[in-house]
Structures are given as C-alpha cells and as structure tokens.
C-alpha cells in the first residue's frame, strides 16, 4: 500500500462509517465530483446500482443536480435509490433508452455507466443529450468491445470519458467527503444494509450473491 493512500479520520466519524468510504464511494461519487463535475440543476442518470451506482446516485443528490435517473434491471435495487437521492427509477429493459428520453426531454446532461458492461456503456451512451457527457466507470471484460457511431459523436458534439476509481485522490478527496458527511448531505450510513460477526462471513457471501445486500460491515469486536 503507498502511505500517499493513508488519510487521517476524525474521531467523529465512527469506524463502520468511515469504513464505507471506500473503493465503491470514491468511484461512485468521485465519477460524479471529479470526472463528470456535476453542476447543481443538471440530470443525471446512472445505470448499475450496485455498491459503486448507489455512491454514483449520493454523489449526484450531493452535487446538487436537479433530476437522478437510476436505472437497473433489479427493480429491488429501486428503493435504496429513492432513499439515497434518486429522483426517478426505470428498470433496465428493451424500452429503457426510450424511457428516458421521454422523461427527460431528449436526454440527460450526463450519463454514468457503473455496470461493468458494454451494453450498460452503450445505453448510457444513448441516453445522453446532444452535447452531454457519458461517463464510465465500469470495467468489462477486456474483450468486449463498444460500437460507436462516429457520425453521432461529431454531429452531437458528444462526450465519452473514462473513470478510474472516481479520478480520486484520496488524501484530497476523503477529507471533501467526510465533511459533506458530517454536513448531513452525503448520508452515506443508508449503504450500509448489514453488520455481521466474522463467524457469519458466509452469510454475507450469500446475500452480495443474490443482490440483498448493498454494502456490509463485519464487526471483530
């Protein structure tokens, strides 16, 4: 581990807390604050709430931006969006890009693909206004491959930019997020959804297995 990664927490945090700030807050948020730089009004959508999407999802309502889209095809996953800031939910399915067109009046300033896959990226990609962004943070297999009509890109002005690990810096962007924390506007306590002993690790398996379970803590003491 680079000690440049080590960031100081204040007592005031609890530790099951700060724990949550990890790799899936600061890729889903940090696409929202970094990458992306949402401004307060914009629509966002994300596609994908799992752990990273969900963050994606307290990222936007924290920015500020004026209409978050949360699309997946589990529609189990659409109330923990709600609660966490979703203005809208609309499940993943043939009629999705249409869907949001429609609700957004062609598009939304900026889509965020947190699937991890190329059908996710390429709805993200169609579901984006004309002259907006489409973020992805998601990782793919290595293999598969986006087709892009070039055409669309120029014509559109369009935007696609790629996100790694929320183009965070830790000891930068923990301190941002920890104050926006305790200033009640990223409540990041609603991702947890267990805590568990380590002797019920298996459990914990199970339920990240079957999609209950959105973020977990496991308490050694």
């Known amino acids: 581990m680079d000690r440049r990664s080590l960031v100081k927490v ?12 990890s790799c899936a807050m600061l890729t889903g948020a940090g696409a929202v604050f970094n990458t992306a730089r949402i401004l307060p009004g914009q629509t966002v959508a994300v596609i994908g709430l799992g ?7 307290l990222g936007a309502a924290a920015a500020g931006a004026g209409r978050v889209v949360a699309i997946d095809p589990l529609e189990s996953k659409m109330e923990a969006a709600r609660s966490m ?8 399915d043939g009629d999705t890009i249409q869907a949001v067109r429609d609700l957004t009046n ?31 943070a998601g990782l793919p297999d290595p293999n598969q ?12 002005e369009r935007t696609l930019k790629g996100s790694y ?3 965070c810096v830790p000891q930068r962007d923990l301190p941002r997020m920890f104050a926006l924390y305790k200033q009640g506007k990223l409540p990041v306590e609603k991702m947890l959804s267990h805590r568990v002993r380590l002797d019920d690790i298996n459990l914990a398996m199970d339920r990240l297995n ?6 977990q803590i496991v308490d050694f003491d």
């Open 145 to 156: 491959h986006m087709a892009l009509p070039a055409l669309k890109l120029v014509a559109e």
């Open 85 to 92: 800031g979703a203005t809208d939910c609309i499940k993943a």
């Open 165 to 167: 690990i929320g183009s």
């Open 51 to 57: 752990g990273v999407g969900l963050s994606a999802v």
């Open 106 to 136: 062609g598009g939304v300033d900026c889509a965020i693909e947190l699937a991890g896959s190329v059908k996710a990226l390429e709805t993200a990609y169609e579901i984006t206004r004309r002259g907006g962004l489409t973020v992805t």
């Open 210 to 215: 079957d999609g209950t379970a959105i973020r």
């Open 10 to 21: 204040d007592h005031d945090v609890p530790t099951y807390v700060s724990a949550l700030f």
